[in-house]
């Protein structure tokens, strides 16, 4: 499939103008990055996708029409921004913790394969790995306990202990599990009406999302990519965390551009409070709790619109909200496992044991078509009133990017390093020194993207609006 094909299909979804698409243009093909799988135009269409939106509320508000391009080398960078992202003078740490990755399991495992991949990037979910095999903290150890547990078994054994880890599966065992019934013939993106509201016209303005007001309750990629790019188009996104909750700071560098930044701890009565007095004065909020974690803290889709007629709220989970893991967590490269796209990517690499995408290409994906969900539904909002509801999953950004179409000289791609990529970057000071990062891979005619303030520590501004 094309990055053209692609991005109709995702404007279709969201019941965008047709006439709309006249105004996109969209260059480069796949192969972008090594891969059997069309990352690059994942990458193009789902940028371009929020893009587009974005150009289409200018109109709304303003008249004027922008143009939207998206060259798909750029698009494909910057679905691996992280990667790329230097503080000048500093060379990035290392992402992984010492226990994380792939190591064999021990009996025939799922579809035939006997591996698992462990996420243990935070305390408690290596803890819980530990707990669970009851070993030593070293590779060596973890890999014989390994060789006595049923790969599924231990998937299953660590989840209860509150742990994040996943068996790896072929397509096909995925296809024939419960969770990927469910989610089967669901959509890459669901934007449903959850309430009564009057419309709320934006006045025009400079740039498309100017004067928008954005509560970004997310960490890692998948959700902060989102904030980052409804920044990217003007919004005043207020990232909020606990100073409680663990963080991967070389992420919040790279996916802090453009945001504020506050701590509220939502498991005080003061930290919901002032997430309530935020929450009625805001346009979008976008999370990525568990459903069942931001119901009990009093924040469910219905409870914000409650608080803030007219919202337009927008879920992120690891596997859909539907079916037996619909409150299960997960991460991208876990997601990967689960669901097949690991052990197809092996076959067709000729190798034993999962290889993972060229990049976080789920969360990235997931990303994107969050921002684009807010600004459709925003959009909706201004035309016919009503409080909405955004829902992504990366397991269902997994099996749309499957739906995209296989390469078969994928791999043949050179991998892009950061001497090769240079005239996507940019310099710009942030909190944490002066950055050299990718820039937004969509232009917009009339109102370019950028990002009007620079990453800061976490914690650096008050909780409110500008």
Not at 207 to 220: E, H, M
Not at 409 to 424: H, V
Not at 447 to 464: F, I, K, N, Y
């Amino acid at each position: 499939m094309t990055g053209m094909a692609a991005l109709s299909e995702l404007w279709r979804l969201a019941g965008g103008d047709p006439a709309a698409l006249a105004r996109v243009n969209l260059t480069g093909a796949d192969p972008q990055l090594p891969s059997s799988f069309r990352v690059g135009t994942a990458a193009q269409a789902s940028i371009a996708a929020a893009g587009l939106a974005a150009a289409e509320l200018h109109r709304q508000r303003t008249g004027v029409a922008p143009d939207v391009a998206v060259d798909m080398r750029h698009a494909a960078i910057e679905f691996r921004s992280e990667r790329y992202l230097r503080i000048v003078g500093k060379e990035p740490p290392v992402f992984w913790d010492t226990l994380a990755g792939v190591y064999r399991a021990g009996g025939g495992g799922p579809g035939g394969s006997s591996h698992v991949r462990l996420h243990t990037n935070f305390a408690h979910h290596r803890q819980a790995v530990l707990t669970v095999l009851g070993c030593d903290a070293t590779r060596e150890a973890v890999q014989a306990a390994l060789l006595s547990w049923d790969a599924v078994a231990f998937e299953t054994a660590v989840y209860a202990a509150g742990g994040v880890v996943a068996a790896m599966r072929s397509p096909d065992t995925w296809a024939a599990h419960p969770q990927g019934q469910a989610l089967a013939s669901l959509p890459a993106l669901k934007i449903s009406k959850i309430g009564e509201a009057p419309p709320r016209p934006l006045p025009p303005a400079e740039r498309p999302l100017s004067g928008v007001r954005v509560l970004d309750l997310s960490r890692i990629i998948a959700g902060p990519v989102a904030g980052r790019t409804l920044a990217a188009h003007g919004a005043d996104v207020l990232l909020i965390t606990s100073p409680r909750l663990p963080s991967m700071p070389w992420l919040v560098i790279d996916t802090g551009r453009g945001k504020r930044s506050a701590h509220v701890d939502l498991a005080t009565p003061a930290g919901r409070a002032t997430l309530t007095r935020l929450l009625a004065d805001a346009d979008i909020i976008s999370q990525g709790y568990r459903p069942h974690a931001v119901a009990t803290l009093g924040f469910a889709p219905e409870d914000a619109a409650r608080i803030r007629p007219g919202i337009v709220y927008v879920s992120l989970s690891a596997y859909g909200a539907a079916g037996p893991w619909a409150n299960r967590r997960g991460f991208d490269s876990l997601v990967q496992t689960a669901t097949g796209i690991n052990h197809a990517e092996a076959d067709a690499a000729g190798i034993a044991g999962p290889k993972e995408l060229p990049a976080q290409a789920l969360d990235h994906a997931s990303g994107y078509l969050m921002a684009f969900g807010a600004i459709a539904a925003r959009a909706r909002q201004v035309r016919e009133g009503g409080s909405w509801h955004v829902e992504v999953s990366l397991a269902q950004t997994g099996q749309w990017l499957q739906g995209l179409g296989r390469l078969t000289d994928g791999f043949g791609c050179a991998d892009p390093k950061l001497d090769a990529i240079g005239e996507f970057l940019e310099e710009t000071p942030s909190g944490f020194g002066r950055l050299r990062a990718v820039r937004h891979a969509c232009q917009l005619s009339a109102t370019p993207a950028r990002w009007h303030c620079p990453s800061v520590p976490l914690g650096s501004d008050p909780p409110a609006w500008l």
